[in-house]
T-cell receptor
Framework: ETGVTQTPRHLVMGMTNKKSLKCEQHLGHNAMYWYKQSAKKPLELMFVYNFKEQTENNSVPSRFSPECPNSSHLFLHLHTLQPEDSALYLC??????????????FGDGTRLSIL | AQSVAQPEDQVNVAEGNPLTVKCTYSVSGNPYLFWYVQYPNRGLQFLLK????DNLVKGSYGFEAEFNKSQTSFHLKKPSALVSDSALYFC???????????WGAGTKLIIKP
């Protein structure tokens, strides 16, 4: 499925670097999400944007900074990360955050490794 | 508090045999239930959902799931497993006006030829 595209697919960075993850959806959706996926753990919701407005921030450290310039694009800016931040970061979109019966559509993720 | 449990980290099934991946949930109201699949090096793909109505829900790739309110379960099933079904399966629940999905930890399904 190419509806949600994430770049880069892999990222290795040092703890003092600044980098950004990008997500783009071509599905005409109005809600976009960032998730963190670690092995053998449930997906952790990080941020939700609905119609470009941030509606959820699940106590995410400030070293992660989201940006949603429009309903099709979502960024996650990274700065001064820790080794425990190494994980797969997934972007998803859905019709509307408040439409509870609609599924989310996921990108293939960015595999992030912190040295 | 809402929660989802996938009691098996891994399920092994021989090709051609029926498969079941278990999911139980806890919510205070009516649940919206979802199954997703994740193939290696890919994101999650939606398989099926239960919102209301018929307790047996059919989804993609021949999968189905049965909603059981009394047992608070939503097990994923397929009558005849394929090697290509080998993947990681996630159950998720949402309750009413609480829009966040609550995810299970995932079950690795291995289908052996």
């Amino acid at each position: 499925e190419t509806g949600v595209t994430q770049t880069p697919r892999h990222l290795v960075m040092g703890m003092t670097n600044k980098k950004s993850l990008k997500c783009e959806q071509h599905l005409g959706h109005n809600a976009m999400y960032w998730y963190k996926q670690s092995a053998k753990k449930p997906l952790e919701l990080m941020f939700v944007y609905n119609f470009k407005e941030q509606t959820e921030n699940n106590s995410v450290p400030s070293r992660f900074s989201p940006e949603c310039p429009n309903s099709s694009h979502l960024f996650l800016h990274l700065h001064t990360l820790q080794p425990e931040d190494s994980a797969l970061y997934l972007c998803a979109s859905s019709q509307m955050y408040t439409n509870s019966n609609q599924p989310q559509h996921f990108g293939d993720g960015t595999r992030l490794s912190i040295l | 508090a809402q929660s989802v449990a996938q009691p098996e980290d891994q399920v092994n099934v021989a090709e051609g045999n029926p498969l079941t991946v278990k999911c139980t949930y806890s919510v205070s109201g009516n649940p919206y239930l979802f199954w997703y699949v994740q193939y290696p090096n890919r994101g999650l793909q939606f398989l099926l959902k239960y919102i209301t109505g018929d307790n047996l829900v059919k989804g993609s790739y021949g999968f189905e799931a049965e909603f059981n309110k009394s047992q608070t379960s939503f097990h994923l099933k397929k009558p005849s497993a394929l090697v290509s079904d080998s993947a990681l399966y996630f159950c998720a629940v949402r309750e009413g006006s609480n829009y966040q999905l609550i995810w299970g930890a995932g079950t690795k399904l291995i289908i052996k030829p």
